[in-house]
């Protein structure tokens, strides 16, 4: 389906700043700088809202029938996270947190992240604080004080956290027992971490990726430059490097499979279901779809003037979802389905 000719189904003005696209697979929410808004794969409106003064989101996490969004914190308000229905737009509840601040700064707040959402929980990090929230009520569950200074990265594995100490270590953290109970010294700086079930990646800022299992380093690979994201690909691991290359290795074992190249660096963006790889390439202004197996690219699209500013690329249905300026487009390699019948 892929290979058919991209046909260009609808374009939806928003006559604000686009900031963010997402899409929970039933619907396309757009973030600008003023609005939220939320439209059907076929464009037609379902709502928006006017963000509130203190609404200076820069976190935005979907999930089927919900938003989640975090406030960033100034001198004059505190951080918040709200969820909100993505058919309705309704705030189904609002969680005020405590400004935080770096200790090097008193007059610079920490930003609150979410770090990770299950059916019923939605985990927080504020400062040195890890809170648990109800999902459904918005109400806290339990609160953690984390004794280990966190420098960036964070990721909630059962019972434990994984993150980067400041001192170039990634450490494996037991919420139960209050300690950490596992350290690696990587002798770099560390950028990145990435969970496949029992696995887990992480990456330097030299192009090292590392798979981490069992608490050892079971495999190390390295690319051309640091890497800017990672794509799971099913028993392969795809690779964003700033080298200008995507790099597909083996999961199981770190072996090279192969490597494409690229004229500058671009966003990636992978459909399982579809078994692709999305690539734009901002300095030419071309889309590329690739086969995830071996890196050839089956398709292109030639994005006109140039003036897509993609924070991502979105993939809803059969659509590829695109932004420009203040606008939204979507794409399609099959016939583009209709707007609803208004009478």
């Known amino acids: 389906m892929w290979k058919n000719p991209l046909q260009r189904c609808w374009d939806f003005s928003v006559g604000d700043f686009v900031t963010d696209i997402a899409s929970d697979n039933e619907v396309l929410l757009i973030e600008t700088e003023n609005n939220i808004i939320s439209i059907d794969e076929t464009s037609d409106f379902l709502w928006k809202i006017t963000k509130e003064d203190s609404d200076n989101f820069y976190q935005f996490k979907t999930e089927t029938g919900n938003i989640l969004v975090t406030s960033r914190p100034s001198l004059h308000s505190s951080p918040s996270i709200k969820k909100i229905s993505s058919r309705t737009g309704l705030i189904l509840w609002k ?7 770096d200790s090097k700064n008193s007059n610079f707040p920490i930003l609150s992240k979410i770090i990770e959402n299950t059916d019923t929980e939605v985990n927080l990090l504020n400062g040195d604080e890890f809170i648990v929230l109800d999902k459904q009520t918005g109400l806290v569950k339990k609160k953690y004080i984390i004794p280990v200074e966190i420098s960036n990265q964070l990721i909630v594995k059962s019972a434990e956290l994984l993150f980067f100490s400041r001192n170039k270590s990634f450490i494996t953290f037991s919420l139960d027992e209050n300690k950490s109970i596992n350290e690696i010294d990587i002798r770099n700086k560390l950028t990145g971490i990435y969970l ?15 798979l981490v299992n069992n608490n050892r380093i079971k495999w190390k690979v390295k690319t051309g430059a640091q890497i800017v994201d990672i794509k799971f690909n099913k028993e392969n691991i795809a690779v964003n490097s700033n080298d200008n290359h995507l790099y597909q290795f083996a999961k199981k074992s770190g072996k090279f499979l192969w490597k494409k190249r690229f004229q500058n660096r671009f966003l990636l963006s992978y459909s399982e279901k579809a078994g692709v790889f999305f690539i734009f ?7 590329f779809i690739l086969d995830s197996e071996n890196g050839e690219i ?26 420009s300026d203040k606008s939204v487009i979507a794409f399609s390699p099959v016939q583009c389905e209709r707007k609803a019948s208004s009478n």
Do not use: A, H, P
């Not at 969680?95 to 601040?101: G, K, T, Y």
């Not at 390439?281 to 889309?287: A, D, E, M, T």
């Not at 089956?298 to 003037?305: F, V």
């Open 95 to 101: 969680f005020i947190l405590q400004n935080s601040f």
């Open 196 to 210: 496949d079930k029992s696995n887990n990646l992480i990456t330097d800022d030299t192009g090292n990726l590392f």
């Open 281 to 287: 390439v901002k300095s030419q202004g071309i889309l």
């Open 298 to 323: 089956i398709n292109r699209l030639l994005l006109e003037n140039n003036s897509y500013i993609l924070s991502k690329i979105v993939i809803m249905g059969n659509n590829i979802i695109v932004s």
